[in-house]
């Protein structure tokens, strides 16, 4: 048990069936395990072992992967016209690759630990979560560091989850400043880490600090120097929504637009801030305040990054929620009001098309401006 933790909404969840808003088998890219592959091959009948092989495609993110073809609508090419999968009817559950025997949760494992936890894009999980305790969304979540090496990097993850679950905790601090307060300290460690300079001592007394320290730091902060600080990183401000709006939304607009029937603008400061003046974010923050933590721990951040490395992955965490507020603020730009089932909608529709087409991983990659930080940082603080 004490190398277990567990996404505590899997413990209510039961698939929605015929009753779900969406489906599993369209806009996603189902991996065909080797074990389900091996499976698919010892098939005798030979038209039987075709109609499954015969539908299996490399990845086009990860060319060693497998997964299967989807039709030019996105759905499965297994989906059928009464919304059942023809695996599933033609050769029983067993026969169905595992992440789709799985969906949504996911299994995450990392030396003796093993995390169980669930994709945001199934709009039952979206459903659990949007009436969860926000005090109680890991069973065990400790046993995500408990596991950790003494390496430097683990000690690394440890110091930002702590200041990461004592800033969560803070309840008369916006969700907007805590993601600043975040990604401040995250950009504060990758460069002690560049310079070398970054030792346990350091780590501890400097981010090992108590809710109550947390929240003197980041209050007088706001009142202070928010708006003076903001003034003077406006330029590093709009070049980052211009290379968002160029790279990511590139990419997602016309997807979103064909899943929502509303025009997706362009991202400008401009725009963000004359809608997040406009727009009663504040109200969406309960639910945001989950989604995003979850989303962070599903991601590995920052108990176990991509690749190790914690801002890269923060960053793909932060898409997410970027991607959401723009289509509220949209639906508002058009004075239609976003009610919690549209923002539900919303949220596990940009889940499913972030997680099924596109490697913002990638993108930071292409362009290590992104990973700076401190240079546009301040505008997570708009968002909620």
Known sequence: MSDEAKLSLLESFSCLADACPDDCCHQWNAHVDKETLGKWQTINDPAKRQALIGTIEESSQNPSELVLIRKENGNCIHL????????????????????????????????????????LSCPAIIELLARADAKNLINNESALYSSQGRDIISQLSNSIHHYMESIFKLDDIYLGLKIYALSTVIDEIMQLATEDTLTTELLNSRYQLSPEQLHRKWQQWRDESHN?????????????????????????KQPLEDRFKINIPNMSLTNFIKWREQTEIERYEPFFE??????????????????????????DCMFGLILCHHVITAYHRANILVDEDLLKKITYTVEK???????????????????????????FTLLV
């Open 80 to 119: 059928d016209e009464d919304g059942l999968c023809d695996i599933q009817t033609s050769f029983t559950h067993a026969y169905l690759p595992q992440a789709c025997q799985m969906f949504p949760r996911e299994v995450m494992n990392k030396n003796t630990l093993r995390f169980e936890t669930a994709h």
């Open 228 to 252: 003076k600080e903001f003034e003077r990183d406006k330029a590093e401000i709009k070049n980052f929504l211009q290379t968002l709006d160029t790279g990511l939304m590139a990419k997602y």
């Open 290 to 315: 989950k989604y995003i933590y979850v989303k962070f721990l599903n991601h590995g951040f920052p108990w176990n990054p991509i690749q190790s490395n914690h801002a890269a992955t923060f960053l």
């Open 353 to 379: 098309i972030n997680a099924d087409n596109f490697d913002n991983f990638r993108l930071i990659s292409e362009k290590p401006e992104l990973l700076k930080m401190n240079k546009y940082n301040l505008f």
